[in-house]
C-alpha cells in the first residue's frame, strides 16, 4: 500500500451496519471512501448517537468497481457476517491490487485460513469491534435508516504475526484507520483478543437465543453453571492454542457484558426472532470443529450447536 502520495482508499464491503457506521466516521473525518453492495440499492441515512443523522454516498455495485484495468488498492475493509466472509474473499480474488490490504472484521472464528489461502502475499488483519447500530425501515418509506447504539472500541492485529520487513507499512495502516475508527487498539496477539470475544459470544448469543431473554437475565443463578461450563471449554481450547487467557479473566468479562448490555436482545436472538440465519457456525460450531481436531471434549458447545441449528431449521 502506497501511503507515500496520497492518502489510502478506504474500500468497504457491505452496506451494512458496521460497514456504514465506519462510512459515516470516514465520511465525517474527510477521508476517501468507498462501499461495495451486490445489487444497487439505496444508501441508508444514519442515525448518530449524537443526534444529528448523516446520509451516505450511494455504493458501488462489487463487480463493476473495477471493471476494466485499475484493481482495488488501500485498505479492504470486510465488515459481513462471517457465513458471507468466504464469498466475499473469493468475489475479490482478482479484483485487488498486490499490495492492498484486507480487514477481516466480524464476531467468531473461523474464516483465516480461507484468508490466508487465497491471499498468500497480502497483509491480513483481524479485528473484533463493539461499536454498535441497527438496521431499521421508516414508517413513512421502506428506505433503510440504521441507528447507531455505541462508539465501542475496537481491537486489531495481524493474523500473520507479521512484524518483519512491512512493519512500517503497518504502522501507517494502524495509524491511519485510527482516524476513522474510535478507540482503535492494536494487539500484537490479536487472537486472544478475538478468543476473548468468542468466548462473549459463545455464552450469551445462543443462551438468549433459546431462552427468549434479554443478555442481563443470564445473571440469574439458574443460568450460572451453563454460562461457566461453556466458558471452561473455551478456555481449555485456548490454552491448547497456547494463548495466555486465564478463566476467570474470560468469567469476569462475560459477566460484565451480561450486565453492560443486559437490557439488549443479543445478535442470535435478533436473528433467530427475525428468521435470518445465525452466526453459530463461526462461533460454538468453531469451539467444536477445532476441540475435535485435538480430541478435547466441549459438550456444553455441542449442545447449544444443535440447539440453534434445530431453531434455525424452524425458520
Ligand atoms: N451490528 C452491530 O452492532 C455489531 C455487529 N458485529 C459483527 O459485525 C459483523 C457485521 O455485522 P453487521 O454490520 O451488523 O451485519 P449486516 O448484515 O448489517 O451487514 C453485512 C452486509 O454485508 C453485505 N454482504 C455480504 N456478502 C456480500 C458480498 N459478497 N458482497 C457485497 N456485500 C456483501 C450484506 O449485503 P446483503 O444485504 O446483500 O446481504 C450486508 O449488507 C457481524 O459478524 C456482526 O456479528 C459486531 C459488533 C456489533
Ligand atoms: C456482546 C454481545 C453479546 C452483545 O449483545 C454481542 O456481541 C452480540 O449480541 O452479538
Known amino acids: 500500500m502506497n501511503q507515500r502520495n496520497a492518502a ?7 452496506q451494512g451496519v458496521i460497514s456504514s457506521l465506519i462510512a459515516t466516521h470516514a465520511l ?4 476517501p471512501f468507498t462501499q461495495y453492495v451486490r445489487t444497487q440499492r439505496t444508501a441508508p441515512t444514519m442515525y448518530w448517537l449524537s443526534g444529528e443523522n448523516y446520509a451516505l454516498p450511494t455504493a458501488t455495485v462489487l463487480n463493476h468497481a473495477v471493471a476494466g484495468t485499475k484493481r482495488m488498492s488501500g485498505i479492504i475493509i470486510i ?36 484468508a490466508q489461502a487465497l491471499f498468500p502475499k497480502h497483509t ?4 473484533t469491534t463493539s461499536m454498535a447500530g441497527y438496521a431499521f425501515t421508516t414508517t413513512t418509506d421502506t428506505l433503510t435508516c440504521i441507528q447507531h447504539t455505541a462508539w465501542g472500541q475496537t481491537q486489531i492485529g495481524n493474523i500473520q504475526n507479521a512484524r518483519s520487513a512491512n512493519d512500517s507499512t503497518q504502522d501507517n495502516t494502524l495509524s491511519y484507520l485510527s482516524t476513522i475508527i474510535p478507540e482503535l487498539h492494536h494487539k500484537t496477539s490479536i487472537l486472544e483478543a478475538l478468543y476473548t470475544k468468542l468466548a462473549v459470544n459463545a455464552v450469551i448469543n445462543p443462551l438468549t437465543a433459546i ?21 471452561q471449554e473455551i478456555v ?10 486465564s478463566y476467570t479473566q474470560i468469567w469476569n468479562i462475560v459477566l460484565g457484558i451480561v450486565h453492560a448490555t443486559g437490557d439488549n436482545y443479543s445478535s ?7 428468521g435470518r440465519r445465525t452466526e453459530v457456525d463461526f ?17 456444553e458447545n455441542e449442545k447449544l450447536l444443535k440447539h440453534i441449528h434445530i431453531l434455525e431449521e424452524r425458520l
Open 8 to 14: 489510502p482508499h478506504i474500500h468497504l464491503i457491505g
Open 28 to 31: 465525517l473525518a474527510q477521508r
Open 79 to 114: 465488515p459481513t457476517k462471517a457465513y458471507q466472509v468466504a464469498n466475499v474473499l473469493t468475489d475479490l480474488q482478482n479484483l485487488i491490487a498486490d499490495d492492498a490490504v484486507l480487514v477481516l472484521l466480524h464476531n467468531g472464528l473461523g474464516t483465516h485460513e480461507t
Open 124 to 127: 491480513i488483519y483481524a479485528a
Open 211 to 231: 431462552h427468549n431473554i434479554k443478555n442481563g437475565r443470564l445473571a440469574d443463578s439458574e443460568y450460572m453453571m451453563t454460562m461457566q461450563a461453556i466458558t
Open 236 to 245: 481449555m481450547l485456548a490454552k491448547h492454542k497456547n494463548l495466555s487467557l
Open 268 to 274: 442470535m436472538h435478533q436473528d433467530i426472532t427475525h
Open 283 to 299: 462461533i460454538n460450531g468453531f469451539v467444536v470443529r477445532e476441540a475435535q481436531k485435538i480430541g478435547l471434549n466441549v459438550p
